[in-house]
């Protein structure tokens, strides 16, 4: 167990509809990071927060957008889904940015 | 964009073989961590490699960074089943975006 937890575990959903996915860090972590997987593919990074605010920014679509709240949990909302959405989404944290980053173990959101 | 270059993407070998995969960036890394992922699990933290030309050990696996902090190799010797999974790289020129290489699968035939 990395200390990261992620809700839900899956979420099946139809084309054009939106869905908010949670992410609360380690105690203690101040940096969240989101990542995006593709069945059998690489981790394809979207966005990274450090205690609140926006620090980089990956691949990530204008459909997509991320904040993360004064609590260090951060939510990623995805919109207006087309089935090439499908995917793992995981969270990271880690104490400060370019530290090691702990995974949670993700969501899986299939679009149909 | 920068882009981490990861190869092999599959590697099948015997138990007891040698393991390599290799990570390569066209532009100098500040770092470069490894993470393994078992099927089915999240990635977990290997190790961070820092230094120019560092080395480190971990039991039977080895991490290098090269001089030029442009590439990176993890090998496992004697390879064990529980060695199976995906290992990626991961590197950025700065501490803030790190992109993961597309990952090498390793399978061990016992």
């Known amino acids: 167990d990395s200390g990261v937890t992620q809700t839900p575990k899956h979420l099946i959903t139809a084309t054009g509809q939106r869905v908010t996915l949670r992410c609360s860090p380690r105690?203690?972590?101040?940096?969240v990071y989101w990542y995006q997987q593709s069945l059998d593919q690489g981790l394809q990074f979207l966005i990274q927060?450090?205690?609140?605010?926006?620090?980089a920014k990956g691949n990530i679509l204008e459909r997509f957008s991320a904040q993360q709240f004064p609590d260090l949990h951060s939510e990623l909302n995805l919109s207006s889904l087309e089935l090439g959405d499908s995917a793992l989404y995981f969270c990271?944290?880690?104490?400060?940015?370019?530290?090691?980053?702990?995974f949670g173990p993700g969501t899986r959101l299939t679009v149909l | 964009g920068q882009q981490v270059m990861q190869i092999p993407q599959y590697q099948h070998v015997q138990e007891g073989e040698d393991f390599t995969t290799y990570c390569n960036s066209s532009t100098t890394l500040s770092n470069i961590q490894w993470y393994k992922q078992r099927p089915g699990g999240h990635p977990v933290f290997l190790i961070q490699l820092v230094k120019s030309g560092e080395v480190k050990k971990q039991k039977r696996l080895t991490f290098q960074f090269g001089e030029a902090k442009k590439n990176s190799s993890l090998h496992i010797t004697a390879t064990q089943t529980t060695d199976v999974g995906t290992y990626f790289c991961a590197g950025g020129r700065t501490f803030n975006k790190f992109y993961f290489g597309s990952g090498t699968k390793l399978n061990v035939k016992p």
């Open positions: 927060y450090y205690n609140g605010e926006e620090r």
């Open positions: 105690s203690g972590d101040l940096s």
């Open positions: 990271a944290s880690s104490v400060f940015p370019g530290n090691e980053q702990f």
